[in-house]
């Protein structure tokens, strides 16, 4: 574990790493773009506990899942805080400010916060979404067929209208909500502004600071967007016009939570529509590459959705008889994990582990890249190889088949008391559109009318930022068959027209209640 080079000289308690340059520490090698790599690369040097710095911020980077779970969960007391994000006003939310839940320090606002999101997810999870995940596929499938160039449109549509529906129950918001959540994500990303790496130059004033005024800008916008989406769902309450959403729950019930009243309301539900959007899109983006590139396992899963399907399409009762889907996806996001940095914890005692000294304020990375690429557990771990869940002989294979492979759990979504609040939802979303996929398309390379040549799918180019999605690329979705196309049609025309009717219908039920108010009112 002792570094034995002469670039890393130890004091007695310090743990080893990269030599660290007076001041900045080590950021002058450490690239933005694909950041995992760098570190990983240092794990393989200095080990799977190894200590850096920038510009004064202690890092820890953890490489190894042992140590996560000895310090993350066993440990949660006291490392269960989250690092300052330098480029949002008050990201922990210390002075109040109660917006953003994954990037709370370990406060009282986080603590009802987690406590109302969990009960609202898991409510969510319990009644099957209400039966909208159908209803989205469908439409996702339509728009499949109609326009497959704009898949990249349309995947992140549909993860949008999941979560815009669930909050307030109206489709139509997908669009803004996604591009209100890319701000975000950006802005808080280490790839985002310069002032979250060069932090020192966010604390030039106002009005010599473009950062600070693009960021008013934003965080104003959306925090209106919030609120504005609270008091129409509240208005439509008024008239009956208000179908069941989060929003319209939390409202019938705000005086028995904890939330302190509209603003952390709108924040909260707020933040959980932009929370589901980017980080179900990619592994929903990571399958269609790992499906392209492995045409065996695409036909393995089409055989298996077949059989146990027939000529609908899988619902997630079909779960327990879907093992080779659940083993692609599950696959898919160990070998193309979409938080590959990991989300810090911040610690808020001195501590000592294995005999080195972890200082209070020190930032932990669990590096979920090198979690998932450890060839021990993983062997083989640069290749694709759904096989490593379904067959005995595997390390991480696990019985019986009708409940593992489960994605729930995995490292990607973190650790103790911040582990992620979306796990079932992302396993069931997952399900269904990745079984429709499989049931309705053949996912292939496209290719090239001008040279008859296979367009490639870059499997190493995205984004860097805290969740990432591969960059821009073509692909084919090729209908199974005829039928399949016909059925396509039928299934969203048949939906679409449904939910319009029960639409109109709860309108009409308002109208009579509102015509029967009034009536009372005159008659007084
Ligand atoms: C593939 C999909 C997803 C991945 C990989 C993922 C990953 C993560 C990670 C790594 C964290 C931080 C854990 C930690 O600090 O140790 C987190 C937190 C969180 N996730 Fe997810 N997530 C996913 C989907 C979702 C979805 C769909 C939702 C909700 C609709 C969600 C809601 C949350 C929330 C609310 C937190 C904050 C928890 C806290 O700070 O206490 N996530 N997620």
């Known amino acids: 574990r002792r570094p034995t080079t002469k670039e890393t000289p130890l004091a007695d308690h310090e743990l080893p790493g990269p030599a660290l340059v007076p001041f900045i520490g080590r950021i002058h090698d450490l690239p933005i773009d694909y950041m995992w790599l760098k570190f990983k690369q240092w794990a393989d040097t200095y ?48 002075h109040g400010s109660m917006e953003y839940l994954p990037l709370m320090g370990k406060n009282q606002y986080w603590a009802r916060q987690r406590k109302f999101t969990h009960a609202y997810l898991t409510e969510a999870t319990n009644a099957q979404y209400h039966g909208l995940m159908y209803h989205e596929v469908k439409r996702w499938l339509w728009r499949l067929l109609q326009n497959p160039d704009d898949f990249a449109f349309s995947l992140e549509d549909m993860a949008s209208k999941v979560m815009v529906t669930l909050t307030w129950d109206d489709p139509t918001l997908s669009e803004y909500c996604t591009k209100s959540a890319w701000g975000l994500l950006t802005q ?4 985002g502004p310069i002032t979250n790496v060069l932090t020192p130059l ?82 929903l983006y990571y399958f269609l590459v790992s499906m ?28 327990p008889n879907l093992p ?20 810090a914890h911040e610690v808020e005692a001195d501590d000592f582990y ?22 021990t557990k993983y062997p083989d771990p640069e290749n694709y190889r759904p096989e490593r869940w379904l067959e005995s002989g595997w390390p991480t294979y696990q019985e019986p088949l ?21 796990m079932s939802l992302t396993q069931d979303e997952l399900l269904v559109a990745c079984g429709a996929l499989a049931w309705a398309f053949t996912l292939k390379k496209k290719v090239d009318p001008k040279t008859g040549l296979e367009i490639d799918v870059p499997l190493d180019k995205s984004n860097s930022l805290l969740i990432v999605k591969p960059d821009p690329f073509q692909m084919a979705f090729e209908p199974r068959s005829e039928a399949k196309t016909q059925r396509i049609i039928e299934m969203w025309e048949e939906a679409d027209s449904q939910d319009q009717k029960d639409r109109e219908a709860f309108l009409q039920v308002a109208k009579m209640i509102n015509k029967e108010k009034e009536i009372r009112e005159l008659e007084r």
């Open 188 to 191: 808080m990303s280490p790839a």
């Open 202 to 283: 966010w604390h030039l004033p106002e009005f010599m600071n473009p950062w600070k005024i693009a960021e008013h800008k934003r965080h104003d916008e959306q925090q209106h967007w919030w609120m504005e989406r609270l008091i129409t769902t509240r208005q439509k309450m008024a008239r009956h016009e208000q179908r069941p959403c989060f929003t319209r729950t939390f409202l019938e019930n705000s005086k028995s939570t904890r939330i302190s009243g509209d603003y952390e309301a709108s924040s909260v539900i707020g933040m959980m529509a932009l929370v589901g959007i980017f980080t179900v899109a990619g592994p």
């Open 47 to 94: 080990g799977p506990i190894y200590r850096t710095e920038m510009l004064g911020a202690k890092f820890i980077i953890i490489s190894d899942e042992k140590i996560a779970e000895e310090l993350l969960v066993k440990r949660a007391k006291i490392y269960s805080d989250r690092p300052v994000i330098r480029s949002l006003f008050d990201s922990k939310s210390t």
């Open 402 to 422: 009708t409940v593992h492979p489960t994605i729930k759990g995995m490292s990607s979504f973190g650790w103790g008391q911040r582990q992620c609040l979306g």
């Open 354 to 375: 294995r005999g080195y000294f972890i200082q209070k304020g020190t930032r932990i990375l669990p590096l979920d890249w090198a979690f998932l690429r450890n060839p």
């Open 324 to 343: 080779i889907l659940r083993a692609c996806i599950k696959e898919t996001m160990r070998w193309k994990p979409n938080v590959p940095t990991g989300v």
């Open 292 to 319: 392209v590139h492995h045409p065996d396992w695409m036909k393995k899963c089409q055989e298996e959705v077949d059989l146990v399907c027939g000529d609908r399409l899988p619902v997630l009762d079909d779960y």
